[in-house]
């Protein structure tokens, strides 16, 4: 399994990013996707996920409301737009994947361990 990151870069206060993830070498049929980003010293915080089995969505408390994840099963890609960005949305964002049922609807919280993962991209927002 490979995960491709796109898109990331300088982003103005207020302005919106998106993100694009690319995957292959598996039926993504089965697998629940996520959005991660992490700041040096910091821990992973996880952004937004799309679970497989339904299409739905979980989302983390920092970007509840401003975040949205779109999901092209049929090209493997997989895309994160936020709106309203902040300085402090500033980090390296990380594209996963886990072969799960459960892994996105039992939510970030419940810090299940994804498979699968990018080499991130990084996003910066600053004027």
């Known amino acids: 399994v490979q995960l491709v990151e796109s898109g990331g870069g300088l982003v103005q206060p207020g302005g919106s990013l998106e993100l694009s993830c690319v995957a292959s070498?598996?039926?993504?049929?089965?697998?629940?996707i996520a959005w991660f980003r992490q700041v040096p010293g910091k821990e992973r915080e996880g952004v937004v996920c799309i679970a497989n089995v339904d299409g739905s969505k979980r989302y983390g408390n920092s970007v509840r409301g401003r975040v949205q994840m779109f999901g092209d099963k049929a090209k493997s890609s997989f895309r994160l737009v936020m709106s309203s960005v902040r300085p402090e949305d500033t980090a390296t964002y990380y594209c996963a994947a886990v072969k799960s049922r459960v892994a996105c609807t039992l939510g970030f919280e419940f810090g299940y361990e994804y498979d699968y993962w990018g080499q991130g991209t990084q996003v910066t927002v600053s004027s």
């Open positions: 070498g598996a039926d993504f049929e089965d697998y629940d």
